[in-house]
Nanobody, 127 residues
Framework: QVQLVESGGGLVQAGGSLRLSCAASGRTFSNYAMGWFRQAPGKEREFVAA????????YYRDSVKGRFTISRDNAKNSVYLQMNSLKPEDTAVYYC????????????????????WGQGTQVTVSS
């Protein structure tokens, strides 16, 4: 089992920044690729960003490229999502997720690839 706890959400004006954190416990963190997903009201949950076990590979959805940065600190069992130039359409509950893998370069975007999920943190961007 892997337990994931997100933090760092909140209310911010358009153009502002937030940094989300996800703390993991329970298993060897470096054995997992990590991802961030989000779900806006009335919409399906969607992929935002992923990072490989090693941190050497990252992958983003097109709408956040150049604005969001995913990173991880395996010594701290944590993954982060730095969000800059936020837009009202970024408003959603953000979830982190973990995918067990032996591939140190794999950064998956499919929800079905992820086994463990956090409870989510709300991000609200006002116009």
């Amino acid at each position: 089992q892997v337990q994931l706890v997100e933090s760092g959400g909140g209310l911010v004006q358009a153009g502002g920044s937030l940094r989300l954190s996800c703390a993991a416990s329970g298993r060897t963190f470096s054995n997992y690729a990590m991802g961030w997903f989000r779900q806006a009201p009335g919409k399906e949950r969607e992929f935002v960003a992923a990072i490989s076990r090693s941190g050497g590979s990252t992958y983003y959805r097109d709408s956040v490229k150049g604005r969001f940065t995913i990173s991880r600190d395996n010594a701290k069992n944590s993954v982060y999502l730095q969000m800059n130039s936020l837009k009202p359409e970024d408003t959603a509950v953000y979830y982190c997720a973990a995918a067990a893998t032996s591939d140190i370069w794999w950064a998956p975007s499919g929800q079905s690839e992820y086994t463990y999920w956090g409870q989510g943190t709300q991000v609200t961007v006002s116009s």
